[in-house]
Nanobody, 128 residues
Framework: QVQVVESGGGLAQAGGSLRLSCAAS????????MGWFRQAPGKEREFVAA???????????NYADFVKGRFTISRDNAKNTVYLQMNSLRPDDTAVYYC??????????????????WGRGTQVTVSS
């Protein structure tokens, strides 16, 4: 069993920044993939970013096209925490952001069904 708790959401102006945190417990974080997803009102949940650990003190990351160059995913294994730094925010980034844990190690899945444990989400609202 893995527990996942997001924090750091809130209100930002267009062009501003927010940093989301995701604290995981229950299993060693470092071996597995962690991902961020988001769901806007009336829309389906979509992949944002994922990060894993490739056995060489390096991390692989994967981003949705609409956040490349603006969002950065990172992790602190000692704290069992994953972060999502969001810069150059736009109003269409407004959504509930979810952190999730995947048992995949060697790949960075984007499909919702590839993630087993989810947090309750944190609201991000970007005003124009």
């Amino acid at each position: 069993q893995v527990q996942v708790v997001e924090s750091g959401g809130g209100l930002a102006q267009a062009g501003g920044s927010l940093r989301l945190s995701c604290a995981a417990s229950g299993r060693t974080l470092s071996k597995y993939t962690m991902g961020w997803f988001r769901q806007a009102p009336g829309k389906e949940r979509e992949f944002v970013a994922a990060i894993n650990w490739n056995n060489g003190n390096q991390y692989n990351t994967n981003y949705a096209d609409f956040v490349k160059g603006r969002f950065t995913i990172s992790r602190d294994n000692a704290k069992n925490t994953v972060y999502l730094q969001m810069n150059s925010l736009r109003p269409d980034d407004t959504a509930v952001y979810y952190c999730a844990w995947s048992p995949f190690v060697a790949v960075l899945p984007r499909a919702i069904n590839d993630y087993d444990y989810w947090g309750r989400g944190t609201q991000v609202t970007v005003s124009s």
